[in-house]
């Protein structure tokens, strides 16, 4: 099976723009979780999609939101970027398993 | 906010040397998972234990859970070179809910 793939790998924007990530998740995984890792902040949960519906959210402002198709692949959208959106955006899915997650190798945003 | 904390937050230890990792949490959960992290990279699962288990292996990790303290422990055996990453603690509060991730500890294998 491919492994979660996502797209692009790096991006950089400037403040004000807004930027959509992709995510597709690996054949048959319903479940696509999304975080943001930063060196002082670490890994942050930002949310999770499943069948289309979000499932659980983390403590992000509204500038930043996603959604999932019915193919499963799913978007992130950050609007009104600012400098401390500089980060590695990562992409998880999770298959039927017990809470396995499978990361996708991430975007590197870069928002100057 | 962190759930788990991992201790120490960096290690250097000599190749074929034992690495031993410890992740503190707060809340009682339903799993715990260990997570390896090669430099800015994505996340590789290592090993997942549920709160009912103490211990599991798998290759040469070997995680231990304790449930009364709250804590867990990540065994790395006979460390190679390629053991030089960073590795993180998950917890699960219940099955369904977010992972939440530890800040890390660094390894890195000395040759």
């Known amino acids: 099976k491919a492994g979660v793939t996502q797209t692009p790998r790096y991006l950089i924007k400037t403040r004000g723009q807004q930027v959509t990530l992709s995510c597709s998740p690996i054949?048959?995984?319903?479940?696509v979780s999304w975080y943001q890792q930063t060196p002082g902040q670490g890994l942050q949960f930002l949310f999770e999609?499943?069948?289309?519906?979000?499932?659980n959210k983390g403590n992000f402002p509204g500038r930043f939101s996603g959604r999932q198709f019915s193919n499963s692949r799913s978007e992130m959208n950050v609007s009104t970027l600012e400098l401390g959106d500089s980060a590695l955006y990562l992409c998880?899915?999770?298959?039927?398993?017990?809470?396995?997650?499978?990361f996708g190798p991430g975007t590197r945003l870069t928002v100057l | 906010s962190q759930q788990g904390e991992e201790d120490p937050q960096a290690l250097s230890i000599q190749e074929g040397e034992n690495a031993t990792m410890n992740c503190s949490y707060k809340?009682?959960?339903?799993?715990l998972q260990w997570y390896r992290q090669n430099s800015g990279r994505g996340l590789v699962h290592l090993i997942l234990?549920?709160?009912?288990?103490r211990e599991k292996h798998s290759g040469r990790l070997r995680v231990t859970l304790d449930t009364s303290k709250k804590s867990s422990s990540l065994l790395i055996t006979a460390s190679r070179a390629a053991d030089t990453a960073s590795y993180f603690c998950?917890?699960?509060?219940?099955?369904?809910?977010?992972?939440?991730f530890g800040k890390g500890t660094r390894l890195h294998i000395l040759p």
């Open positions: 809340t009682s959960i339903n799993n």
């Open positions: 998880a899915s999770e298959g039927m398993g017990y809470n396995e997650q499978f």
């Open positions: 999609y499943f069948s289309e519906t979000q499932r």
């Open positions: 054949s048959g995984h319903r479940s």
């Open positions: 234990i549920r709160s009912n288990e």
């Open positions: 998950a917890t699960v509060l219940n099955r369904d809910d977010k992972i939440i």
